[in-house]
């Protein structure tokens, strides 16, 4: 019974631990200094040397690609928990505060703002002039009468109440969408020339297990280079067994989507085409300035082309060559190297020739499939929508007793609002009025 | 119409408004050096007449370019000023603190000048990058760091009134400054306005960026200095429930939650180069 009392107790400490709004805090600076460390130190880099003592620290906390480590992972998984435990603690209070009005106050004097005056006048011409004056300042009114005394009670933008549990209910859908698509979203990226086609599980990236669900043949049918005031488009189909589902253009801000799955032209970049002749057989190559500096001739293992000065000119294309025998771990010797323009030929070495076809203009695009993202989006706004009805309304609360003494009334003021000094200047005002009616 | 378009008459309307922005933050300084003594209602007029110049130039570019746009770093900074003088002047009229001018009216003064240093032509703008989301975004971004550059100024007053009350409490330049109360809650106000903008600006550059590269979020540079001052103002708005910290911490806040947007819009394109 008592280890029972004790498991319960220790499980209530651990939610008010993961409900606390400081464990939120400090998570919040957590998070924030590691996505600073995540921009100041070099990102994307590979592994570094794993014999040194540093290096092997850096790789266990993944300094060099901070946003995907466990510990970020983790620290963002904490936070989206302690926005959970804060949701489901504060949320029925709030929601009570507002359905149902505080109508009575114990003390006046405990208030904020408060002022306890006399007035020679009748209740009845009095209730009359504090329901006009709350309404006035356009206050929710609500009375009733015990006894002697008349009790007031007004509020206005009490929506104010529900905007931070719709900014969290909106952060937690954004960070449901969030995992949703860690879990479920894949994307990947081809260079699109006229004519080729890919299958998109070749291209995507898979986050967990093969998530191709269903496998698309995507053909490119036209890839149009930009001019001086013409954007780079594509003319895409998606064929799905073996037929055309859908055709349409792809450009920037123009996804071109079919059954969730959205393909991006997402960049443009000039090249050059070089074909590989080995053995009779030809290979066409796509070369970049900072595209891989390397091919391995088809069908040689033996046998491989680095590339270097790759000038994309669409008049005079050129990239410098050398072809090397062995391979990058154990060493290469050269045995031919150059400079290949348009029209030019290398001689036949080992059944090789290299032959530059000319300049390519290559559309990059990008597939993805995120089926989070419809939730990332809805609660991003929610969360601001909560965050326009939590910060821009001032939710303020005011009482009023009016009790007849004999020929005059004691009339109880107070109330108090978030931004106190507005309130004082509207508090004094009501106050104003009811005194200056009744000549008090 | 060539007359519009040509450079001199931007560079005069640019020039305008410098000189007018100078103007009044050295009067808004003899203001509160010599406790009003001096000329008290040239610096207002001089600031509108700087927004006036501040206006025309940003139309004047906006004609150029033949769109509702905004294109680059001038465009943004023009904005970004533009919103910041007119949150002032809002404040100044509402609650009769002219003294924020001579933080706010230096900051726009520097700004200006950047500006014009670092002045890019009118380019027409690239349809393709652009798109109704980066408008909201770009115009929402430069209208929440406007307003939060008046927080800034309203904390930064604050700490020069908590200084002063500390240090010499019966001197001119204290008695000048208002209520340690009032600067404290007009701050909080002001970034109570700011803050669910600033949001919006990144949850509409997050629909650009998903719409244009299928990512809402890559954590770039700039995505995660948005982020990092996001959580700076979040920081802010959860200490003050929790800890209660008002006053010279809240200050202290307010002021570093705007250097961490300096940082985003700034320090992003000169310390981290190429991630803009």
Not at chain 1, 98 to 110: D, G, K, L, S, T
Not at chain 2, 74 to 84: E, H, I, K
Not at chain 2, 88 to 110: D, E, Q, T
Not at chain 2, 228 to 255: D, E, P, Q
Request: charged share 15%; glycine share 8%.
């Amino acid at each position: 019974m008592v280890e029972a009392q004790e498991k319960h107790i220790s499980i209530s400490q651990v939610w008010r631990f993961l409900a606390s709004m400081r464990v939120g805090l400090v998570l919040m600076f957590l998070l924030a200094g590691a996505a600073s460390l995540g921009v100041l130190l070099p990102q994307g880099t590979t592994a570094v040397d794993q014999q040194d003592v540093f290096s092997k620290i850096k790789v266990f906390l993944g300094i060099n690609q901070i946003f995907a480590t466990w510990w970020f992972k983790v620290l963002a998984c904490l936070l989206g928990i302690n926005v959970i435990a804060c949701v489901f603690n504060r949320t029925g209070a709030v929601l009570h505060v507002f359905r149902y009005p505080h109508m009575r106050v114990n003390a006046f004097e405990r208030l904020k703002f408060n002022d306890t005056f006399t007035l020679k006048a009748g209740i009845h011409e009095l209730t009359e002039t504090v329901s006009q004056a709350l309404l006035a300042s356009r206050y929710r009114v609500m009375q009733s009468t015990e006894d002697e005394q008349v009790l007031f009670y007004g509020d206005k933008h009490r929506l104010a109440v529900l905007g931070p549990i719709i900014a969290h209910l909106g952060t937690l859908i954004l960070l449901a969408g969030v995992v949703w698509g860690s879990f479920a979203a894949y994307e990947g990226e081809v260079s699109a020339v006229p004519g080729a086609s890919f299958l998109l599980s070749k291209i995507a990236t898979h986050r967990t297990g093969n998530l191709i669900d269903p496998d698309f043949k995507i053909q490119v049918n036209e890839a149009k280079t930009p001019s001086v005031q013409s954007e780079p488009k594509g003319n895409l189909s998606f064929v799905e067994d073996g037929t055309v589902a859908l055709t349409g253009d792809v450009g920037f801000n123009s996804p071109l989507t079919y059954k969730n799955v959205s393909i991006y032209l997402v960049k443009f970049v000039n090249g050059v085409q070089v074909n590989i002749n080995y053995q009779g057989k030809t290979t066409p190559v796509i070369l970049t300035a900072s595209g891989p500096n390397h091919t391995q001739v088809p069908g040689n293992e033996k046998l491989m082309l680095l590339w270097s000065n790759v000038n994309p000119l669409t008049n005079r294309p050129s990239v410098d060559f050398r072809l090397v025998k062995g391979t990058l771990e154990t060493g290469t010797t050269v045995l031919q190297q150059g400079r290949l323009s348009t029209g030019t030929v290398t001689s036949s070495i080992e059944n090789l020739t290299v032959s530059l076809e000319g300049y390519r203009g290559i559309t990059i695009l990008r597939a993805v499939k995120n089926p989070g993202l419809g939730l990332v989006l809805g609660g991003a706004f929610l969360l601001v929508l909560g965050m326009f009805i939590s910060l821009m309304l001032s939710y303020r609360k005011i009482w009023v007793s009016l009790v007849q003494e004999g020929e005059q009334v004691l009339v109880s003021a107070g109330g108090y609002g978030k931004l106190k000094l507005d309130f004082e200047v509207e508090f004094n005002s009501l106050l104003e009025d009811i005194k200056g009616n009744q000549g008090g | 119409m060539a007359f519009i378009k040509s450079q001199n008459l931007e560079n005069a309307l640019l020039y305008f408004a410098v000189a007018s922005y100078l103007l009044a933050t050295l009067f808004y300084w003899a203001g509160f050096l010599t406790k009003n003594a001096v000329t008290p209602r040239y610096p207002v007029k001089l600031t509108v007449c700087g927004l006036l110049g501040n206006t025309l130039a940003i139309v004047v570019r906006l004609y150029k370019a033949g769109s509702f746009s905004i294109v680059d770093n001038t465009d943004f900074l023009l904005s970004f000023t533009w919103f910041a003088v007119f949150t002032g002047l809002l404040v100044i009229w509402r609650y009769r603190l002219k003294i924020i001018g001579i933080v706010l009216l230096s900051m726009v003064f520097a700004l200006l000048v950047y500006v014009l240093a670092t002045l890019e032509p009118v380019t027409a703008p690239l349809s393709f990058y652009g798109g109704d989301w980066l408008i909201g975004y770009l115009l929402t971004t430069a209208m929440s760091y406007g307003i939060f550059a008046v927080a800034f100024a309203v904390g930064v007053i604050y700490l020069m009134k908590d200084y002063l009350s500390k240090t010499n409490p019966r001197g001119i330049l204290t008695q000048g400054l208002p209520a340690l109360e009032l600067l404290e809650e007009l701050s909080y106000k002001i970034i109570c306005y700011g803050f669910p903008i600033f949001s919006l600006s990144i949850a509409f550059g997050a629909v650009w960026a998903n719409n244009l590269q299928g990512q809402y979020w890559d954590w770039t540079p700039k995505e995660t200095w948005s982020f990092i001052s996001w959580f700076a103002y979040v920081a802010y708005f959860h200490s003050r429930r929790l800890h209660g910290w008002r006053g010279t911490r809240s200050a202290w806040m307010a002021v570093m939650s705007f250097m961490a947007i300096l940082f985003t819009f700034f320090g992003v394109s000169y310390f981290l180069p190429g991630q803009i």
